[in-house]
């Protein structure tokens, strides 16, 4: 299966602030604040919805094409993206804006204060999906991320128009999507992924309720954390698959979400079913608890076979091992 993955490509700016952020602040005078904050270190990392979904498809042995707008700063996470695997031919380059960037500082009790700047997301609207589809000789599935809002539901609907199989991923777009953008997403997408938030958000959103949503997509799937994930269609008994526990310390809960997705949509593209596909989704996650960053982690067959096993049972992960052969 040729998988496309639609969405943002970002780099991420994390700062520790060594105290509370509560503490510089003045109760009386937060209407006008003008602070500045030291910080003791900054970690740049690659990031972006679809990269790191694309990321994980790559480890996982597929060869995804990554479709999104970054700047002409892209050139070093491209390279990063293509020795794991991803093809980012389709990826448009700006002339003027640079990659998206996310800014965050976060203080001893976890706060954090965070600025997003879309960049050259603004220009993913620009992108003729058909005809970097029918250059790329096509796709399978295509997978509609988090993105410039209008971005995403034309590419919803050009799926739509196409006939090619497509997963809804709103995320935290959800937010900003108007009510027919949202509506527009649901649009007969073979599966749509939400976390539990998201699923109430989304029917807020649409002025839908939940069987009415489920009357447009072949499948929800909806991660819950550490309580796993499940997995809902009409007329269907809900399918709950737990968590896979992660070994280590959790380092950061960033990006589990899009490895989860990336799991999950490698086991549909080996023709395993819906709860191997949520099985594997929860493994590889585990591992990313496990890591700083959304793009730094490695996946190994025996490390992802044992933890399968220790969370479903030998027979749970039998048809999983064979596809896992390539991984070292």
């Known amino acids: 299966m040729r998988i496309a993955v639609t969405g943002s490509i970002a780099k991420d700016h994390l700062m520790s602030f060594p105290h509370r952020f509560a503490d510089r602040l003045i109760a009386e005078r937060l209407d006008r604040i003008s602070l500045s904050l030291l910080t003791d270190d900054l970690e740049i990392r690659y990031g972006g919805v679809a990269a790191n979904i694309a990321f994980g498809l790559g480890s996982l042995g597929l060869a995804p094409l990554l479709v999104g707008a970054a700047g002409a700063d892209f050139a070093d996470q491209e390279i990063w993206l293509k020795e794991h695997g991803v093809d980012t031919a389709g990826v448009r380059i700006s002339d003027t804006l640079h990659t998206a960037r996310f800014v965050c500082a976060t203080d001893t009790e976890q706060n954090q204060i965070g600025f997003f700047y879309a960049g050259a997301m603004a220009e993913a609207r620009d992108i ?8 790329a000789g096509g796709a399978d599935l295509v997978v ?13 609907r050009e799926c739509a128009r196409l006939g090619v ?6 995320s935290q777009q959800l937010a900003r999507l108007e009510r027919d953008q949202a509506r527009a997403l649901l649009d007969s997408p073979c599966h749509l992924f939400t976390n539990e938030y998201e699923a109430l958000l989304i029917q807020e959103r649409t002025g839908w309720t939940e069987q009415q949503v489920l009357g447009r997509v072949g499948s929800w799937i909806t991660t819950q954390g550490a309580g796993g994930s499940r997995i809902a269609r009409v007329g269907r008994t809900t399918t709950h698959v ?9 380092v950061d809960p960033t990006g589990a979400g899009d490895a989860y997705r990336a799991g999950f949509l490698a086991a549909l593209a080996w023709g395993l079913d819906l709860a191997e596909g949520a099985r594997l989704g929860s493994a590889v996650a585990s591992v990313v608890l496990e890591t700083r960053g959304t793009q730094t982690y490695a996946l190994r067959a025996d490390d992802l076979l044992d ?9 749970a992960v039998r048809r999983i091992i064979p596809r896992l052969g390539a991984l070292s």
């Not at 999906?129 to 250059?135: H, I, T």
């Not at 199989?165 to 709103?170: L, R, S």
């Not at 933890?307 to 027979?315: C, D, F, N, Q, S």
């Open 144 to 156: 509609v991320s988090p993105d410039d809002p209008d971005a995403m539901v034309r590419h919803a």
């Open 242 to 250: 737990p968590a896979v526990p992660a070994r280590a310390e959790v």
């Open 307 to 315: 933890r399968l096993g220790t969370a479903y049972g030998a027979g």
């Open 128 to 135: 003729d999906l058909p005809g970097l589809l029918d250059r």
């Open 165 to 170: 199989p497509f997963v809804a991923d709103p």
